[in-house]
């Protein structure tokens, strides 16, 4: 999983942050790691030299093998805080589109009873 941060010009980007961003995506979004080829972080200052709540915004896009690009958004009062937060979106947003892949590949695969049978196991119709 190749992680790419970038920045806007408001924010000043240095190793320390860097390690830390990836390092927090590396712990949320370890479950996925084999199957996510990119993350794209986009951070941006919605404020400029302005202070304000909740300026710090966080995009998260991450690209898997084989769908379509996912992105979250966070905003928060500092970049670690809209991280952390963009993270938690993304992993959850991750669960429930691939959980439900998995559900439904699980729900089609054939299993062995106790007395060696093979039993298909089909959907429940509605």
Do not use: W
Not at 4 to 9: C, G
Not at 38 to 52: A, F, I, M, Q, W
Not at 92 to 109: C, M, P, Y
């Amino acid at each position: 999983m190749q992680i790419q941060i970038s920045s806007d010009k408001n924010i000043s980007m240095h190793n320390k942050l860097s390690n830390l961003i990836e390092s927090d995506l590396h712990r949320i979004l370890n479950r996925f790691k084999h199957q996510l080829t990119r993350v794209e972080v986009h951070l941006s200052d919605e404020n400029g030299d302005k202070s304000g709540a909740q300026d710090k915004r966080c995009r998260l896009e991450v690209r898997h093998k084989h769908h379509q690009a996912l992105a979250v958004t966070n905003d928060s009062s500092d970049i670690p805080t809209a991280v952390t937060g963009a993270a938690a979106k993304m992993q959850r947003l991750l669960v429930s589109t691939f959980g439900r892949i998995e559900d439904k590949n699980r729900a089609l695969t054939t299993r062995t009873s106790g007395q060696g049978q093979n039993l298909v196991l089909k959907p429940e119709a509605i």
